[in-house]
């Protein structure tokens, strides 16, 4: 343990503790809520020039097969079109709902109860079409909001230029809903931006990857979230993750240097009037940044990404065009609960969680800690009953240790080992449940979705060794277990089927139902997935309709 661990793990520990859900109370979060009054769920920097991007994503050929086996004819140049795609698909509005005077827009990234903390920022060197510099994402208008631009200017070369994203949380979007729970939320929104922009790197062929080591100062200061005279009275940002894109991929090179910038635009207020304040989100915010020091300790784990399916994944929609998939992606909030699930469509879904040097675990760099227990209800040729994912040979040993209700380990398969390593990859069976669907409605805090479904899940962290040796950990648990739900998501609407992820649940309850002692391992997120019920009443209009009338957002707009 080093010394920042040593220092801040138990103050993780106890945040962790104290935002358990309870069969008895929730974790404590507002009174009330004035939905009139809902943070704005865009941000924008005033003052700040825009860069007006294309909807070209419509014209990708990619298909969903092809992502899993990439060409190397597939892959796009940089330029403003592909990085427009790029964004179109990972973080851009897919659709608009209503329902009576209520009117909501959907986003090809998730978020817990669609409150969006996550903001995308745009580092870009020698991008045909864009100058050099920082921008901010707006999804609003699909435009750049030029936050700096670079003192030194790069010539676009044939290779294209170099590309980096920057991912950080506005809390306080999600404090207002959820309370102290909060900080959990936005770490596994960052899980699943990061998956989704992965995804649509791959749809243009290029890689994604997050860089490794980057303190907290230094994230900050690469994506101008430093500079607190920009930010004033308005929510300030908390940097979360940096992530190389593109081909070559700039995995080894550092964004340019800001010294000598010149920076633009003032940060938009979200919420004008507050109403609570959460102190113990920004404790364990502060206690989990990465800090320099911490930064060479290095996470220990089995030696290396483990190998596991080495057989090509196979959809249903496998060829239709990524981009259509992606972007019809929702959370289902209503199943059928007579609908089953073939058994070729659940081990398609379930074998794409394992952490192979395929998309998307190719773009995460450390070990596999979280690992799925899955509790079946209706597959075509399962028993009703709970099974297990060890996603590495760690994690099979600690579940078999800590999972105490299971009645039996029985292999259902083995994966075949992927790049030629020894350990695989192996669903377990681990017990049959007369009333499972009924039980884990009541443990996912009673909600009809979690029994509904064909199956749900538990995703199970190995949780006190890992914060023993990094305090920041606890935030790269909580992301794992969001990348996992984005490739849920994905591969269950490439299935036809259709997923939700549920971060209500009661923790301590799950616990005692796995037969849980102590914290060496942890339940971090839930999820659900089955045969959707479409709600008749909402309507549905295109992502981008309002753009024909809409006002500009702030001055300094650009075409």
Same mark, same amino acid.
């Given at each position: 343990?080093?010394?920042?661990?040593?220092?801040?793990?138990p103050v993780?520990?106890?945040?962790?503790?104290?935002?358990k859900?309870?069969?008895?109370?929730?974790?404590a979060?507002?009174?009330t809520l004035d939905?009139?009054?809902?943070?704005s769920?865009?941000?924008?920097?005033?003052?700040?020039?825009?860069?007006h991007m294309p909807l070209v994503?419509?014209?990708l050929?990619?298909?969903?097969?092809q992502?899993h086996?990439? #060409?190397?004819?597939?892959?796009?140049? #940089?330029?403003?079109?592909?990085?427009?795609c790029?964004?179109?698909?990972?973080?851009a #509005?897919t659709?608009?709902?209503?329902?009576?005077?209520?009117?909501w827009?959907?986003?090809?990234?998730?978020?817990?109860?669609?409150?969006?903390?996550?903001?995308?920022?745009?580092?870009?060197v020698?991008?045909a079409?864009l100058?050099?510099?920082?921008?901010?994402?707006?999804?609003l208008?699909h435009?750049?909001?030029?936050?700096?631009?670079?003192?030194?200017?790069?010539?676009?070369?044939?290779?294209?230029?170099?590309?980096?994203?920057?991912l950080s949380?506005i809390?306080?979007?999600?404090a207002?809903?959820?309370?102290e729970?909060?900080f959990?939320?936005?770490?596994?929104?960052?899980g699943?931006?990061?998956g989704?922009?992965?995804?649509?790197?791959?749809?243009?062929?290029?890689?994604?990857?997050?860089?490794?080591g980057?303190?907290?100062e230094?994230?900050?200061?690469?994506?101008?979230?430093?500079?607190?005279?920009?930010?004033?009275?308005a929510?300030?940002?908390e940097?979360?993750?940096?992530?190389?894109?593109?081909?070559?991929?700039?995995?080894?090179?550092?964004?340019?240097?800001?010294t000598?910038?010149?920076?633009?635009?003032?940060?938009?207020?979200?919420d004008r009037?507050?109403?609570y304040?959460w102190p113990?989100?920004?404790?364990?915010?502060?206690a989990?940044?990465?800090?320099?020091?911490?930064?060479d300790?290095?996470l220990?784990?089995?030696?290396?990404?483990?190998?596991g399916?080495?057989?090509?994944l196979?959809?249903?929609?496998?060829g239709?065009a990524?981009?259509?998939?992606?972007? &019809?992606?929702?959370?289902?909030?209503h199943f059928?609960k007579?609908a089953?699930m073939?058994?070729d469509?659940?081990d398609?879904?379930?074998r794409? #969680?394992l952490?192979?040097?395929?998309?998307?675990?190719?773009?995460?760099?450390n070990e596999?800690?979280?690992h799925?227990?899955?509790?079946v209800?209706r597959? &075509?040729?399962?028993?009703?009953?709970v099974y297990?994912?060890?996603?590495?040979?760690?994690?099979t040993?600690?579940l078999?240790?800590?999972?105490?209700? $299971?009645?039996?380990?029985e292999?259902?398969?083995?994966a075949e080992?992927?790049?030629?390593?020894?350990?695989r990859?192996?669903?377990?069976?681990?017990?049959?449940?007369?009333?499972?669907?009924g039980a884990l409605?009541q443990?996912?805090?009673?909600?009809a979705?979690a029994?509904?479904?064909?199956?749900?899940l538990?995703?199970v962290a190995?949780?006190?060794?890992?914060?023993d040796?990094?305090?920041?950990a606890?935030r790269l648990?909580?992301?794992?277990?969001?990348?996992?739900?984005?490739a849920l998501y994905?591969?269950?609407?490439?299935q036809?089927?259709?997923g939700?992820?549920m971060?209500?649940y009661?923790d301590? $309850?799950?616990h005692?139902?796995?037969g849980i002692?102590?914290?060496?391992?942890q339940?971090?997120y839930?999820f659900?997935?089955?045969?959707?019920?479409?709600?008749s009443r909402i309507?549905?209009?295109?992502?981008?309709?309002?753009?024909?009338?809409? $006002?500009p957002?702030?001055?300094?707009d650009?075409?």
């Open positions: 343990m080093d010394t920042n661990a040593r220092t801040n793990a993780a520990l106890a945040y962790h503790q104290r935002t859900h309870h069969v008895q109370r929730f974790a979060g507002p009174e939905w009139d009054a809902q943070p769920p865009f941000r924008v920097w005033h003052g700040a020039p825009l860069v994503a419509d014209g050929e990619t298909t969903w097969g992502l086996a990439p #060409l190397a004819s597939m892959r796009q140049p #940089l330029s403003l079109d592909t990085l427009a790029l964004l179109e698909l990972s973080f #509005l659709a608009w709902k209503q329902f009576g005077p209520d009117r827009a959907l986003r090809a990234n998730p978020s817990s109860g669609n409150l969006h903390p996550t903001e995308v920022y745009v580092m870009a020698g991008v079409g100058d050099d510099g920082l921008y901010h994402y707006e999804p208008h435009a750049l909001a030029c936050r700096a631009r670079y003192a030194q200017q790069t010539q676009a070369g044939p290779e294209g230029g170099r590309l980096w994203v920057g949380s809390q306080w979007r999600e207002w809903k959820y309370g729970r909060a959990r939320y936005c770490q596994l929104d960052v699943h931006a990061m989704a922009l992965r995804y649509a790197a791959a749809a243009l062929g290029w890689q994604a990857i997050s860089l490794e980057w303190p907290h230094a994230l900050a200061a690469c994506m101008g979230l430093s500079r607190e005279a920009d930010f004033g009275v929510e300030r940002e940097p979360e993750m940096l992530i190389g894109v593109g081909w070559p991929m700039p995995g080894e090179t550092v964004p340019p240097d800001i000598g910038a010149s920076w633009f635009g003032q940060a938009g207020l979200l009037r507050p109403m304040r113990v989100i920004d404790e364990v915010t502060q989990t940044r990465l800090t320099a020091a911490a930064a300790v290095k220990t784990g089995d030696g290396g990404k483990p190998s399916c080495g057989e090509a196979q959809a249903v929609r496998q239709e990524a981009a259509t998939i992606i972007r &019809n992606r929702r959370s289902a909030q059928d007579q089953h073939s058994r469509s659940f398609g879904i379930v794409a #969680l952490p192979t040097a395929n998309l998307p675990w190719d773009a995460w760099p596999a800690r979280v799925p227990v899955l509790y209800y597959v &075509n040729g399962m028993v009703p009953g297990a994912l060890p996603r590495s040979p760690q994690g040993s600690l078999m240790q800590e999972l105490r209700a $299971a009645t039996m380990w292999k259902l398969w083995d080992p992927d790049g030629g390593g020894e350990w990859a192996t669903l377990w069976r681990l017990g049959e449940h007369e009333k499972l669907a409605r443990l996912s805090c009673h909600q979705i029994s509904d479904a064909c199956f749900s538990s995703l190995q949780f006190e060794a890992s914060l040796e990094r305090a920041d606890y648990l909580l992301q794992e277990a969001g990348l996992i739900g984005q994905l591969n269950a609407e490439a036809g089927y259709r939700t992820g971060g209500c009661f301590d $309850a799950v005692h139902f796995l002692d102590g914290e060496r391992v339940v971090l839930h659900t997935i089955g045969v959707p019920l479409v709600d309507t549905m209009e295109p992502p981008y309709s309002h753009l024909a009338h809409l $006002a957002l702030h001055d300094g650009t075409t």
